[in-house]
C-alpha cells in the first residue's frame, strides 16, 4: 500500500482533528467530504495527549478510509501508553481498515504523575516503532523537524534520533510545520548526509490569523521570517486581510518547494476545507 503514496511524481496530503463532542461527528464527516473532494493521497488524524480521544480518532480515520476511499493515517502516541493499550489501539485500527499510523512521542498528558512518565513502556517514539514493526501489520510514518525538535541539543542529535526512526521500521516522515523554506533544503541536505533515504513529506500550516503565532507555531518551535512576520504586523488586525494574506504566503511558499523538487506536500489544513482548497487549486491549476 505504501507505494501507492510515493508512486507518482508528487503526493498531496492533510492533517485534520477528531471533534472534541460527540455530537459535532456530523459537521465533522461534512468537513471531511470537503476535503476528500480535494483528492488527497492520505489524510492523517490527530488525537489527545495520552490518546485521550483515541476513539474519536478511529471514527474519523474509519469515516475518511471506509466511506471516502481515502488513504487514512491515526495518530499514535506512546508517552501515556503502556502496551497493552497500544495492542487494542492498534486492533482497533485493524478492524476498520486502517493501516497506517504516525507513530509519535506525543505531549506528556497534564495529569500524568513522575511515578508514571518514569515507568512508561517506550520513552520515545523509535522504541514503539519498533515494538509495532514486530508486533503488529502496519504501516508507520515518523515525525521530522527541519529546526530540530525543541527539546533536541542540537540538530545533529536530532538527526541521529531521526535515523533511528528509520532502522526502527518508519516508512516516510511528515515534517513539522515551517515558515522559511530555506531551513528545510538544509535539513534535506542533512538528512541525506545521514543516511536518510525514505520519502520525507513537507508540512506547511497557512496562518490565517494573528493568534496562531501564540499558540500552534509557538508550540512547534518553527522560527518566524522577517516576511511572515511582516505579512502578520501589516494585515493581523483585518480578519479578512489576514486570511487572504496568510494563504497566499503558504502558496508561495509551496510553489517555491516545487520549484526546487519537493513535491511531497503536508498540509495542516486545521479542519479548514476552504482554506485547504484555495491553496490546492492555485498549486495545481
Do not use: W
Not at 515551517?178 to 534535506?188: A, E, I, R
Amino acid at each position: 500500500m505504501l507505494q501507492n503514496l510515493f508512486n507518482h511524481k508528487r503526493s498531496l496530503s492533510f492533517e485534520v482533528f477528531p471533534p472534541k463532542k460527540d455530537g459535532d461527528f456530523e459537521s465533522a464527516f461534512q468537513v471531511m467530504d470537503a476535503l476528500g473532494a480535494l483528492s488527497p493521497d492520505f489524510i492523517s488524524v490527530t488525537y489527545g495527549a495520552g490518546g485521550s480521544r483515541a476513539g474519536k480518532t478511529v471514527e474519523i480515520a474509519s469515516y475518511i478510509q471506509n466511506t471516502l476511499g481515502i488513504d487514512a493515517m491515526a495518530h499514535m502516541t506512546c508517552v501515556g501508553s503502556r502496551q497493552e493499550s497500544l495492542q487494542q489501539y492498534a486492533a482497533a485500527l485493524k478492524e476498520h481498515n486502517i493501516s497506517y499510523v504516525l507513530a509519535l512521542r506525543g505531549d506528556r498528558p497534564k495529569d500524568m504523575t513522575d511515578e508514571q512518565f518514569n515507568s512508561r513502556d517506550f520513552a520515545h517514539a523509535s522504541d514503539m516503532m519498533r515494538f509495532l514493526k514486530e508486533n503488529e501489520a502496519l504501516h508507520i510514518a515518523g515525525a521530522c523537524y527541519p529546526e530540530k525538535h525543541y527539546e533536541s541539543f542540537s540538530l545533529e542529535s536530532d538527526l541521529n534520533n531521526l535515523k533511528k526512526k528509520q532502522d526502527a521500521g518508519a516508512e516516510f516522515f511528515i515534517s513539522q510545520m515551517f515558515f522559511d523554506n530555506d531551513y528545510y533544503y538544509s535539513f534535506l541536505e542533512k538528512a541525506e548526509k545521514k543516511g536518510i533515504t525514505v520519502p520525507i513529506c513537507a508540512g506547511i500550516m497557512p496562518i490565517t490569523s494573528a493568534s496562531q503565532l501564540g499558540t500552534t507555531v509557538t508550540l512547534s518551535g518553527s522560527s518566524i521570517p522577517r516576511a511572515l512576520s511582516n505579512l502578520i504586523a501589516t494585515y493581523g488586525d483585518n480578519k479578512e486581510d489576514m486570511c487572504k494574506a496568510g494563504i497566499d504566503y503558504a502558496i508561495r511558499q509551496i510553489r517555491d518547494l516545487q520549484e526546487n523538487d519537493v513535491n511531497d506536500i503536508h498540509i495542516y489544513a486545521m479542519n479548514k476545507p476552504k482554506t485547504t482548497r484555495e491553496i490546492v487549486e492555485a498549486i495545481y491549476r
